[in-house]
């Protein structure tokens, strides 16, 4: 299954989704009636025998009113996930990352994030730490692949090394990759509906406990205030047992959600890294620790746990109403002789001396930074040109393969030090992506660029002039352009919406100084105003799902990339015509939309909502356009990425495998 099929059938699950929720809501709502039948009744408030209390008016009010209060908690808690990961990582407790923090697991979280990213073709996600929590756990959490948050404990950092930190991130990005996150953000609100009525309960039982020992405390309390309290805490005891319901219904529909999800993500971390024993070592390090993977500071960790990489609260009944399957199941789904290796190591560590432990300890942060990911191919060293790195039309779209990941270790290592310091602090990666900006422009118009700036005001930059970040410019290799500005652009984002508007206008000021708009300008700013807009991370609902209304803007884009592949223009026109075919052959060459900068916004922005199925043909079109000459070029490289980007596809480095 590609990863068009995964999206679209992790769309096709919401249905699953609903049809499962509205199950839940007629047993907890039916469960509600019983119990509240059972008050009235032994109350003597109703004489009715059960069977006519059924269609009773006030059975029917009870069902109702336990309708609405589950259908409107998970109504507001979907409003309060708009935002999509953010709002998840903040549920969670999570601190922003600071991108260019020098603390050395941060440094090493930072390192591998990128690295997956630059080898899968998406845009950094935004990262997060739970500072408070020391067990070993990580979730992502967003609507699109382009637009998500990768959340990690602190204990994950300090107690996993390289490799098997490596192997949880190469899970966390298969969901990323397999569309799983859309459906976990959903659940979030309908398990928020569902939990509603036990924390009602225990919200009702703090305050009969309260006003009963303000009552003691009191001699002259009255026995109406007894009675009080007392129906208060028998409400709050029925009000939990339904909770209990719903804790139950909540579980079973996260298990048969996500339980299956979490062996292929397993097994695509192990795909993705080339080292088994990287993800392994992980699962039973969180089996052989006192609370493993349990979240203790978070509040909604019951909320968050089928997003979690373990489970995140502690379960009863595992077998059936776990969301993951159990950790020794998983360890022997990856290799079945790692529970027995890793146990007898476990053994042989217990009996070094506690001098040993400790020297282990003191080197083992020392040895983390150095280690590195495993690059067992000769591509690692010997990175394929350019020019001969794809030579079908089989775009490997969402799928992350071993090459993949070491060509990202290689590009990332082979980046100056000093280059990459300027994308990781905000004020650097504005001035980076400026300079680039204008370097973009003939050198005489370099001066008449940085002046418009200064005339607007607001700010001046020394983007351009500065010796030291030209020296920088002219280290990148173009390879090395399109991972460096998605790194500047993650930095960017931790800025403030005015500040990041701001920048959004400099960089257009920068484009129109000498009354030209590159492709690269384009692409700059497309790629800026996508990332840093502020609807960035909020859900995209397919509004297309055919290519009836969206002829002209595939014309538009298929015209540009046969126009990028070859400066002949029958060869050109050739390409478009059969490039067109699967979408409308009505539309000839001269007919289509100008090739306008606003143009070519306009189409990108509506064949975002197109349908994932839809996307496949028409990318692989794009794609067949620029391998035409059997070599892609950076200019057709960075269009296609531009496109796949806009449009929520990842697209990794189009490398030979």
Known sequence: MNFFEHQDLARKKSFLLGLLFILALLLIASSTSLIAYLILHNSGITPLPFKDWVTSRDCVSVFGVTLLVIAGGSFYQLLNLAKGGEAVAKMAKGRRVNIGSSEASERIFINIVEEMSIASGTPMPDLYIMDHEQTINAFVAGYEPTECVLVITQGALKNLSRNELQGVIGHEYSHILNGDMRINVRLIAILAGILLFGQIGQFLLRISTNRSGFSRARSYSSNRNNKG??????????????????????????????????????????QFTRNPEGIASALYKIANTQDGSRLAATYHAEDINHLCFSESVKMSLSGLLASHPPLPDRISAIDKSFLVRFRARNNAQKNKTNRQAKSTQQSSPTESILEQSPLSSSFATNPAPFTEQISKTNLPVGEVSPAHLDYAITLLASIPNATKILTHNPEKAKTLLMSLMINETASEHHSKAIKLLSDEGKRSIAAGTNPNVMKHLLEITKPQRVPLIEMAISSIKSQSQDQKQRFIKDLIILANADSKFTFFEFSLITLVKQQLSPLHGKKIKSKYHSYKNVTQEIALIIKLFATASNQNQTLREKLYNHAMQPFSADIEWENTLKAKAENISHALNKLRFISPLLKQPFLESCAECVMADQTVNTREYELLRLVATVIDCPMPPLIKT
Do not use: P
């Open 229 to 270: 309290n007392a129906l208060i805490l028998f409400i709050g005891l029925a009000m939990i047992i339904i909770g209990y319901i719903g804790l139950f219904c909540g579980r079973i529909i996260k298990a048969a959600i996500s339980r299956q999800r979490e062996f292929l993500a397993d097994a695509a971390s192990v």
